[in-house]
């Protein structure tokens, strides 16, 4: 593959290690910046970059304290003759958190970036500048893309544990210099409380870092946003950011289990039992920690297109925001579904307008595994599958107007990816096997945990005819991190030939199994 080389990039990793080093704060672990910390603002959770394409992206930071943000960027690690970008002023009504968009970038190029904090009265009094770096997507096909994705972070109450190496999967993955990261939802567990000790089934104990915020289910904003701040308390996925852009959805975890509109909660843990005050708090922290475009804009939504240069636009879908409630998912007709209405028009009139060779639909949940939702104890549906192999019903009807309109429009090269369940899979669908007949075959590849609880693997459903060609799981429950089944994808398109190749890898990059699609064809 044509892949553009990265210069500095370890010499980005230094700066920004450096800069973390020399900010490192008590209040990072608090619930509230000490306004009264002499000195000057400081950076201690990092920097991120998001939703970068040929020609603009996102710069992302927190502050110990009110701050102006600026952004410098250069083509250069030196930073000789920068471009300076003002951005906002960081106060409580964030969090002590802003973004700075960055427009007008060159294609294809490396953008170093570093980000400084300055004091609001004296804007001659800067903090340390906290360096990061990430590649504008090239508006040449030869370069190629490659991008590593995967989901569910600190799940099942296993947490940051300095002795196992903290997230180290975070590391494996920027060996391979991806152009981004997909997180495939999860990047949470707002619902699942951090203990600083977990009997491990061989003697051994698992150690946690812990902050209060942690303690317990969150329900307040303030939770909510320890929450998000507790993850970055890991080196490893720091590290990360400073140096990979990413691409971030969300699913049920940064809210509650299963969530959907309206629930209200029967859960005693929880003194707040209506989820859509939940949700709205949970949005706006989400909205605070992560570098998202169209969090910017009026209607706020999560659900967007990504373009990276001519091989690939990515289809951000939000399965949690507009489904319908959770049940037996049996029913004849389902107008909501689980995207909704609105969401189903935007994503197949985006399909239909993309001319990019592969188009990655990044979906929160798995399409033909049945994913079950037994919180209230009855047997409902969590995702679309729900076990009947006939005819659509329920959730699947959605999806079967979905594939049915890719196949009539002769849109080529779609490819599902997913993570959501706690394992790795590859499964192939085709209408030769499936009851509803009237789509082009396509693949979905799944992936995760990044680190939490790892799981045996959900059973399929007949319906859209899936083949199960490579399964990795654990046959029983809630396999810490320790015992291994981690997983991450990787997705390799080559600028020559136009081929994606995806292999799933586990949690020190080794290579479980390896898919090579071909571009051009319907569906896939």
């Known amino acids: ?294 969090l910017r804009r009026p209607d706020g939504r999560v659900y967007r297109v990504q373009k990276y240069g001519p091989l690939l636009d990515v289809f951000v879908l939000d399965m949690r925001t507009y489904r319908n409630a959770n049940s037996t998912d049996d029913q004849a007709t389902d107008p909501q579904g689980i995207l909704g209405r609105e969401q189903l028009e935007w994503l197949k009139r985006e399909l239909a307008r993309s001319r990019a060779v592969w188009k990655v639909i990044a979906s929160d949940m798995p399409l033909g595994l049945v994913v079950p939702d037994t919180g209230d104890g009855k047997p409902n549906i969590e995702a679309v599958a729900q076990g009947d192999p006939g005819a659509p019903l329920g959730r699947e009807l959605q999806i079967a107007e979905l594939l049915r309109y890719i196949k009539h429009r002769r849109i080529t090269g779609t490819v599902w990816l997913t993570a959501d369940v706690h394992y790795t899979s590859a499964q192939h669908y085709d209408p030769s096997r499936a009851a509803f007949k009237d789509f082009a075959p396509f693949w979905e590849f799944v992936s995760g945990p990044l680190n939490a609880g790892a799981f045996p693997a959900n059973t399929l459903d007949g319906t859209f005819g899936p083949d199960r060609v490579f399964l990795k799981a654990p046959t029983t429950a809630n396999v810490s991190p320790a015992g291994g089944y981690q997983f991450f994808g990787e997705v390799d398109i080559d600028g020559d030939s136009g081929e994606l190749t995806v292999r799933l890898r586990e949690q020190d990059g080794t290579v479980l199994f390896t898919q090579v699609l071909q571009p051009g064809r319907v569906g896939q």
């Open 1 to 294: 593959m044509s892949h553009r080389p990265f210069p500095g990039r370890r010499s980005v990793l230094r700066g920004s290690l450096a800069a973390s080093a020399a900010l490192t704060l008590p209040a990072a672990v608090g619930a509230v910046p000490a306004f009264a910390l002499s000195g000057r603002p400081g950076a201690g959770w990092g920097v991120q970059a998001g939703d970068v394409t040929c020609d603009s992206g996102l710069v992302w930071v927190r502050s110990d304290r009110p701050a102006r943000m600026i952004v410098e960027t250069s083509a250069t690690e030196s930073f000789r003759n920068p471009r300076r970008w003002r951005g906002p002023l960081l106060g409580a009504d964030t969090d002590f958190t802003g973004t700075t968009p960055l427009r007008g970038l060159p294609a294809g190029e490396q953008i170093h970036y570093r980000v400084l904090l300055a004091d609001p009265d004296d804007p001659r009094r800067t903090g340390e500048p906290v360096t990061g770096t990430f590649r504008t997507a090239s508006a040449k096909r030869r370069d190629g893309v490659r991008f590593v994705w995967s989901g569910d972070l600190a799940g099942q109450g296993w947490g940051i544990n300095p002795e196992f190496g903290g997230y180290r999967i975070y590391d494996a993955m920027a060996k391979l210099d991806p152009d981004f990261f997909l997180c495939s939802g999860d990047n949470i567990y707002a619902d699942g409380p951090i203990s600083e000790t977990v009997a491990l089934p061989d003697g051994r104990t698992w150690r946690n870092v812990t902050t209060e915020e942690k303690a317990k289910v969150a329900e307040t904003l303030a939770e909510f946003r320890g929450n998000f701040r507790y993850n970055l308390l890991d080196e490893n996925l720091k590290r990360f950011n400073a140096q990979v852009p990413s691409i971030i959805q969300w699913d049920d975890h940064e809210v509650t289990n299963n969530w959907y509109p309206g629930e209200i909660l029967a859960d005693a843990r929880y003194t707040e039992k209506s989820v859509d005050v939940l949700a709205a708090r949970a949005r706006q922290a989400f909205s605070e920690y992560f570098p998202i475009s169209t």
